[in-house]
């Protein structure tokens, strides 16, 4: 999958280090991420392992000269069988790539995607003052459907959770 100067592969066990790197570089922003402080490579191994291309695959963006530029993870919702056609999608970007149009990339190819991994149903968590995030996934189609007050403390101050959603197929008549 290419567009835009970025390809998109699987992710492989290599790109773990700078997955996480990606990952902790929002951890300061409290924007992003419920972490507080950053996590370790090794912390991320299983939530690594979980991810399986068939089901629920993690990505990696790369620019032409093979830097990883960010990743998009698909992941289970609540982990009970009833749910396993609803995935949670997760966007994350290198603090040089935001803001260019990579994120809403990535989510249009989570979009695309989905169904041919038996997704008909995906999932954001975002936190309420994260108005980029709320605003992609609303200009790609996702509607609000919760919203939990001040379920997070973060440097003292309770944020809210906002959880957006996007039906992939038409309900069953």
């Known amino acids: 999958m290419s567009d835009s100067g970025f390809s998109l592969r699987i992710a492989q ?9 990606i990952y902790n570089s929002t951890v300061a922003s409290r924007m992003v991420t419920a972490d507080t402080e950053p996590v370790s490579v090794s912390s991320r191994q299983a939530w690594f392992d979980a991810h399986q291309p068939e089901r629920r695959p993690l990505w990696v963006a790369e620019d032409r000269d093979g830097n990883m530029a960010g990743w998009l993870s698909f992941s289970d919702f609540y982990g009970r069988p009833a749910y396993g056609a609803t995935a949670e999608v997760s966007i994350y970007l290198d603090a040089s790539r935001r803001g260019q149009g990579l994120g809403r ?37 996702f509607e ?16 809210d959770l906002v959880i957006l959603g996007r039906h992939l197929t038409k309900p069953a008549e």
Request: aromatic residues 8%; hydrophobic residues 50%.
């Open 105 to 141: 990339y990535l989510l249009q190819q989570a979009i695309a995607h989905a169904p041919q991994i038996g997704v008909n149903t995906l999932l954001g968590f975002i936190f309420g003052h994260n108005g980029p995030s709320l605003g992609l996934f609303a200009a790609l189609g």
């Open 144 to 159: 609000r459907w919760g919203n939990l007050p001040r379920v997070a403390v973060l440097d003292g101050v309770e944020r």
């Open 13 to 21: 066990q290599d790109d773990l280090p700078a997955i996480v790197a």
